[in-house]
């Protein structure tokens, strides 16, 4: 089995063979992890210019090298889309980036959004032989990024074409998908390409979901999400805008339109505030309400017909990615001071370690072990200042974080004239509620089984209307189980 399991990925072919000959182990450790090539601090903050820069070749040829072609490759089951890492990185390596984005392609639909955006070091360079060694593992993400890239500069989507366009489209199977973020578009590249008419529905006026209002272009350029989003077309997926499932369409209109299932990835984009006085105030806002004006409205532009307010002096306050983009953000929009309010330390943080380095190399100050209490106001009803709890770390919680404790008496104030809070996002509840028998928890996210499957047989969900809120990854990883489960339950073929 694990040889057949071999042979069916590719790992016997001669000039796989030929590459692992061609070095030794021993000199392929020695060759060390190349760095990211990226725009000074100084000059990005005064731009939405991508801070990282990518690979050259010459660095992708060397990182590539580095991989060793592990027999029992522990980084696939440490990516949540299962790609074939090995494969892909090793085409690379004999410079068929064609091949290289084709396994990409296999079972990621957005490789050039991962590539940037996956928490990688948690996920698949987690899992690295090299870390048995005390060393750093393969920039996996980079390379992702690199072959993505290269690719769709030169015969972008080529290998979308699949026989689903052999079949008429009035005789296809239609799936209807609601919300354009990772798991919507991650589940109808799956389904295209089983032969399935797809059509996603997405409620704003641009398709893309949280990749396009939630990511900060400095991170993650619009037009490479346009560069996926068009493969996407090209394979087949129809997309319409400015559609509300549970306002413009509703589930009977959907049946009544002979879609034959249903995928529900609407995402969470309701946000949390922590209910302490002053939250009222001018000037405090969601950092869900503050990226999106930004990023899809274009606030931050000279001119520009949606208002944000431009702090001087921005409080951010929570730790994860998000948190990040906003206190970034700020800097780009002329703040003066930028600050990080969390109430543990920079080590708890759920951000990742590449954000967090570079928002300081930015300038961000970080006021770790700090808690929120009180937001004032002046006479105009504007926010002035914050007053925070200092705090030190007790016992962890159920999470394995240690506890963020009150210090008594610890009580300070700061100056601002902005607050984004970021402490989390909850399903929007207009989908769930519009549709009825579907189960819903206290959470307020759609309940499915292990395939995905809600309580309506024909409806399937994932990504953060199930988990309340994840990485793009994860997202990706709902959309393909969905895909798989969907195909098998109107196939007959489900357990």
Partial sequence: MEKEKDTAR?????????????????????????????????????????????????????????????????????????IDIPGFIKNIQRGNL????????????????????CPQEKQCESRCIYLRMKKSPVAIG?????????????????????????????????????????????????????????????????????LKYGIPEFRLPNSVVEAEIEALRDAGVTFHKDTVIGKTLSYDDLLNEGFSGIFVASGAGLPRFMGIPGENLIGVLSSNEFLTRVNLMGAGRPGAQTPVPHGKCVAVIGGGNTAMDSVRTSLRLGAERA????????????????????AMQEGVEFLTLCNPIEYIGDEKGRVRAIRVQRMTLGEPDASGRRSPVPVEGAV??????????????????????????????????????????????????????????????????????AAAAMHSYLNGEQS
């Avoid at 309580?455 to 997202?475: E, H, K, N, Y």
């Fill in 10 to 82: 590719g790992r016997n072919d001669s000039w796989r063979e030929e590459l692992r000959r061609s070095m030794s182990a021993a000199e392929r450790t020695a060759i060390p992890r190349v760095s990211m090539r990226m725009l000074d601090p100084a000059e990005r903050i005064h731009s939405n210019s991508e801070v990282n820069l990518g690979l050259t070749p010459e660095q992708a040829l060397q990182e590539s090298t580095r991989c060793l072609d592990c027999p029992e490759p522990g980084c696939i089951t440490g990516c949540p889309v299962s």
């Fill in 98 to 117: 064609t091949e290289a984005a084709r396994i990409l392609k296999e079972t990621s639909a957005l490789p050039a959004v991962c590539g940037r955006v």
């Fill in 339 to 358: 600050m990080i309010i969390y109430r543990r330390g920079i080590e708890e943080m759920p951000a990742r370690a590449e954000e967090v380095e570079h």
């Fill in 412 to 481: 300070d104030t700061i100056e601002v004239d902005e607050v984004i809070v970021s402490v989390g996002v909850s399903p929007n509840p207009l989908i769930p509620n519009s549709i009825d028998g579907l189960e819903i928890s206290s959470r307020g996210t759609i309940c499915v089984n292990e395939d995905m499957q809600s309580s309506l047989p024909l409806i399937f969900a994932g990504g953060d209307i199930v988990r309340g809120g994840a990485t793009v990854i994860l997202a990706m990883g709902d959309g393909r189980k």
């Fill in 142 to 210: 980079w390379l992702e990024r690199y072959a993505a890239d290269e690719h769709l500069k030169t015969a972008r989507n080529a290998e979308h074409h699949t026989d689903s366009h052999s079949k008429e489209r009035e005789e296809r199977r239609k799936i209807a998908v609601v919300g354009s973020g990772p798991a919507g578009l991650s589940f109808a590249g799956d389904m295209v390409r089983r032969g399935y008419d797809v059509v996603v529905y997405e409620a704003l006026h641009e398709i893309g979901g949280v």
